[in-house]
Every structure is written in C-alpha cells, then in structure tokens.
DNA sequence: TAGGCCATCTGGTCCT
DNA sequence: AGGACCAGATGGCCTA
C-alpha cells in the first residue's frame, strides 16, 4: 500500500492527474471517485469474485477472417486504408501481392487482438473496479498500475517474512517491543502497532486473521 | 475543437 | 520463405 502510494514517477504522476488518484490509493478514501474514473474496489474484494477469463492467445479468433475486414467492428473501427478500397494501395498491385498482404494484415489484427486479450487479463487482475459502467483502463495505465502492483505485492510478501521470523524468534518477549528487536523500523509501519498488548505469539497471530493459516501454524503446532 | 486512445494498415527487420 | 515483431501513419470515437 504504501509503495504504490509512494510510488512517483512522470508517468504514475501524469496517469494519476488523468485518471484521479483512486485508481492508485486503494483503501485511502478516494474510492468513490467521479463517474467515469476509475473508482477502487475495496482491496479485499478486489481479488474475490474476479472474472479473469482464461486468456487462450492460441484460440480461435471467431472475428478474423483470412481476408481483409474482418467483421463489422472492424468495419467501423478501422482506417480508410481499406484493403477493398478501389484506390487504395493494393489496387496497383497483383493478385498475389494483395492476397498475401491481405493475409499479413490478417496475421497482425490476429497478433493485436491477442495482446489486447491478454492486457484485459492483466486488468482482470489488479485493482481498480470492474464496472461496466466505469471506463476500462487505458493500455499504459495498465501496464504501469500492474507493475506497481507487482511492486507492492513484492514488498508485502517481504515484509510478511520478516514478520514471520520475528514470530519464530521472539515469542518469549513481553510488551512493549524493543526497538531493536521490532522487525519494522518505525512504529507506523509495525503491522500490529494498533494492538501493542497483544504480546504473546498466539494475541499476535489472532490478530492478523487475515492472514492464511499456514503463515501462523506454529502457533498451534506449539502451547 | 483539441487531445487522448484506439484499431488497422503498411513496410521494414529479425528469427526460425 | 514465412511468420513474428515493431514503429509510423492514418482516421474514428470520445471527452474535457
């Protein structure tokens, strides 16, 4: 949490302007943003009830045919290049030169629809509200929001190993917390500042029931 | 209306 | 040779 928040560089800052600070301060009380935006699930409902659907780059592709347009959509969404234009750049060219640039273009929707496929199994996934009234993220921010994400889930799984080891070792230490000892430097980073009595390992285990139970099995494993 | 985002076409380059 | 990858160009759609 706090590494995407510090997280500042051009790019998270501009995307931030952009797309309002919600999509990047989850749980910080800016997640009932503007309609339109990009407004945060609660980060414990952001993973449950996702519906990532399974990205088969390999499968079929029921829009593409062989030949040029491929579909309505297309149709609608594509350039005036136009492969069926009557002046366009393949109207010059031979049977065989059409054909075969027709099945490059076909090649390449094909190769694009693949990586747009797998960037909206890239959104399924980090944490912004799927909504389908709310505006699907942007390639970039994509790809820049999953990589602080990345970053973040990093740095939690580090800090969850050191809050570990510090269990392993100092279940016999009663209140407060030495410094020295504390595995997190400052007291507002300490996971579990917000009960400082709770001093045997088993209060602090409890108090982190979020956490899956094999993280704390020593503290049943041991009275 | 300008700017952002996107899909598509296209030609070039690299790889197998 | 054929396919994958890439970047530039172009035009459509949408929003502030």
Redesign the pocket.
């Known amino acids: 949490l706090n590494l995407l928040k510090s997280i500042s560089n051009d790019a998270l800052l501009d995307?931030t302007q952009?797309y309002g600070q919600s999509a990047f301060g989850f749980g910080a009380g800016h997640g009932a943003g503007s309609p339109?935006?990009f407004p945060l699930t609660p980060a414990a409902d952001f993973l449950s009830g996702q519906t990532a659907k399974s990205n088969e780059s390999g499968g079929e592709h029921t829009?593409d045919d062989e030949d040029?347009?491929?579909?309505l959509?297309?149709r609608?969404?594509?350039?005036?290049?136009?492969?069926d234009k009557p002046g366009?750049?393949?109207a010059k060219k031979s049977k065989e030169q059409r054909s075969?640039?027709?099945?490059?273009?076909?090649?390449?929707?094909?190769?694009?629809?693949?990586l747009?496929d797998a960037l909206d199994g890239l959104r399924a996934v980090i944490p912004y509200a799927h909504s389908p009234s709310v505006?699907?993220?942007?390639?970039?921010?994509?790809l820049l929001l999953a990589k602080n994400y990345i970053l973040m889930q990093a740095q939690a799984l580090e800090e969850m190993r050191r809050l570990v080891a510090y269990l392993n070792q100092g279940q016999t230490i009663t209140s407060p917390i030495p410094t020295a000892l504390a595995p997190f430097g400052q007291a507002a980073v300490y996971p579990f500042s917000g009960s400082a009595l709770a001093t045997t390992c088993a209060e602090k285990c409890s108090t982190y029931s979020g956490a899956p139970s094999t993280l704390f099995k020593h503290c049943n494993d041991k009275p």
């Not at 075969?100 to 693949?114: G, P, T, V």
């Open positions: 995307l952009r339109g935006r829009s040029g347009f491929d579909s959509e297309s609608k969404r594509g350039s005036t290049f136009g492969d366009g750049p393949l075969l640039r027709l099945s490059i273009n076909a090649r390449e929707r094909r190769r694009m629809h693949d747009n505006r699907k993220l942007s390639k970039i921010a994509t």
